[in-house]
């Protein structure tokens, strides 16, 4: 008889044409796909559980998931069973066995989340689907020094998007910089948990800096005072991606 077995993936997928991770009625979603191929191999359904529940039109690279299984093919060979049965814009990058008592979501430590801005006059006809598109300069030492703001552990409620459903919106950011390469801005920032929209919130709110249109310490007050208001707009969706999550002893 054989027995049950947890394993996790790690996908990497182009959000531009889904309605987000999760699976849902007014479109197609990333699980929904993932959970067909594994349907089709395994012969009955199958629930899988994401780590993150990325935004319609938001990119992983690293979103990790987890299923349960009595199948005997190998953990490695899970990525070739499941990318011959997956569209071309989702791909099963790895997967591997772990105990039952592993959530991808629960269990996750960590998160990183990238956000691209292309700043210059016009647009791009390739990376549209990939970067925020911003045509006046932005003053990547402003952007720089307001990002300080955020690190450390703090009360994140003026960073959620309305009707967010989190128990507590305190959270700890370990990482936040941005670079600039050429006419491309990159935030990169890392934390133990991120609140629905934060990493867009934040982006928003660090466009307006770059721009001049918000102070340096908006961070600092929208923390202060709890107060969305005191941020920027919710920078678009495309230019975010799932970078990475991590668990104990990885």
């Known amino acids: ?102 959530h991808a979501r629960f269990s996750a430590l960590g998160k990183r989340y990238s956000y691209r801005i292309l700043n210059r006059p016009q647009p791009s006809a390739i990376m549209r689907d990939f970067c925020a598109f911003v045509p006046l300069p932005l003053d990547g030492g402003r952007m720089a020094r307001a990002l300080d703001e955020l690190m450390g552990r703090h009360d994140f409620a003026a960073f959620a998007a309305a009707g967010h459903s989190a128990r507590t919106t305190v959270r700890t950011i370990s990482r936040a910089r941005i670079s600039r390469e050429g006419k491309e801005l990159c935030l990169i920032i890392e934390g133990d948990a991120f609140l629905y929209n934060m990493v867009r919130i934040i982006a928003g709110t660090l466009i307006a800096i770059g721009l001049g249109r918000l102070n340096e310490d908006a961070f600092k007050r929208g923390i202060g005072t709890g107060d969305r208001l005191a941020l920027g707009p919710t920078a678009p969706a495309c230019g975010l991606a799932l970078e990475k999550v991590w668990y104990p002893g990885e």
């Open 1 to 102: 008889m054989n027995h049950s077995r947890r394993i996790l993936l790690t996908l990497e997928y182009e959000g531009t044409r889904y309605a987000g991770w999760q699976r849902q009625q007014n479109g197609p979603s990333i699980q929904e796909e993932v959970e067909k191929a594994l349907e089709k191999t395994l012969r009955r359904p199958v629930s899988l559980t994401g780590a993150s529940r990325t935004d319609a039109g938001v990119h992983a690279y690293g979103q990790r998931a987890h299923f349960d299984t009595d199948s005997r093919i190998p953990p490695a060979k899970w990525p070739f069973v499941l990318n011959a049965l997956l569209p071309r814009d989702i791909s099963a990058v790895a997967a591997k066995e772990v105990p039952d008592t592993l």
